[in-house]
């Protein structure tokens, strides 16, 4: 089996932004004073119609300029007014340049010139598909894994992949895949790690190379887990027949210890009673049998000896 690589995950690039928070402030004042502002604009435009047959052209057209001009100014100045639900955040760039993050939920106010992109920090789920690989033996086996996780660092999610979903899933698979070859499916040696036998061990070093491959990203790994693990169909039932031909063996072998005890234990009892004496001859023949009976598949048929000991 080869040498376990997860101990030197593989390196990402640094990221060349980080999230910090944006300049936002309560929206329920900027909407208040812009409503303010639709409201004089309009009053503006109001008044100079209204008295532009009393004053001249040129004031009349001042009033209902500065009104639209107003208006206007309320109306950008409402463009910056976000909403912001738990779990969801927005990225602001302002002329292609990150400006920082909103994470406060409710309603907030930015620089109007600025574009926003929503994007949700929620707690998600990847499931992979079955895939067939080959172990740390060279079996064919198929195998999935379920991933949770979460976008911690908005701006490297936005800016330093192209898309993140898409990064997590696929890294997803790889790691799944390099950890099935780096180990087998059961382990020949008992202190050796195997997908089946030690499936916490191997499912924490997952997680550690699953962090190592999306932190690029600023995504954080929560959990990971197999959700199915078996050999692939066209060697399962050879292996079946593998894991029955070790469960019988170590039953025998069980089997034949316990007789060995059985035996031992009969004839020191025989030796310490005195119940009668044999040499070493008749004391082979005694375990031959004993064995026979204790680690016989059927059960053993008596043969009566109606002569002596010896005959």
């Known amino acids: 089996m080869s040498t376990n690589s997860t101990e030197h995950p593989p390196t990402t690039p640094a990221p060349r932004v980080r999230e910090l928070p944006a300049n936002d402030i309560g929206g329920g004042l900027a909407l208040l ?42 109306i950008i100045a409402m463009s910056g007014l976000n909403t912001i639900a738990p779990g ?85 698979e790889a790691a799944v895949r390099h950890i099935a070859i780096e180990y087998p499916y059961d382990a020949h040696d008992d202190d050796a790690l195997s997908l089946r036998g030690n499936a916490e061990e191997i499912t924490e070093k997952l997680a550690l190379e699953l962090h190592a491959r999306v932190e690029t990203a600023g995504v954080r790994i929560i959990e990971s887990r197999f959700t199915h693990l078996a050999y692939a169909p066209e060697i399962a039932s050879a292996m079946l027949q593998r894991q029955q031909a070790g469960a019988v063996v170590a039953a025998r072998k069980l089997i034949v210890e316990g007789a060995v005890g059985m035996v031992e234990q009969a004839l020191e009892r025989i030796n310490e009673q005195g119940i009668v004496e044999l040499d070493e001859e008749r004391k082979a023949a005694m375990v031959s049998n004993l064995m026979v009976v204790l680690c016989g598949d059927r059960a053993a048929q008596p043969v009566l000896n109606t002569g002596s000991l010896y005959q």
């Open 88 to 172: 969801q955040a927005k990225v602001v760039q302002l002329f292609g340049r990150y400006r920082g993050t909103i994470r406060n939920e409710g309603l907030r106010w930015v620089n109007p010139f600025t574009s926003r992109e929503d994007i949700s920090t929620r707690v998600r789920n990847h499931e992979t598909p079955v895939m067939k690989v080959n172990d740390a033996y060279g079996n064919p086996i198929e195998l999935a894994a379920v991933v949770v996780w979460k976008v911690e660092d908005t701006a490297q999610a936005m800016f330093a992949v192209e898309d993140f979903q898409e990064f997590v899933s696929t890294q997803t």
């Open 33 to 74: 004073l812009g409503l303010v502002g639709l409201l004089a604009g309009a009053g503006l435009v109001a008044t100079g119609v209204a008295t532009s047959s009393h004053v001249a052209g040129g004031a009349t057209a001042a009033l209902v300029a500065a009104g639209i001009l107003v208006g206007l100014a309320a």
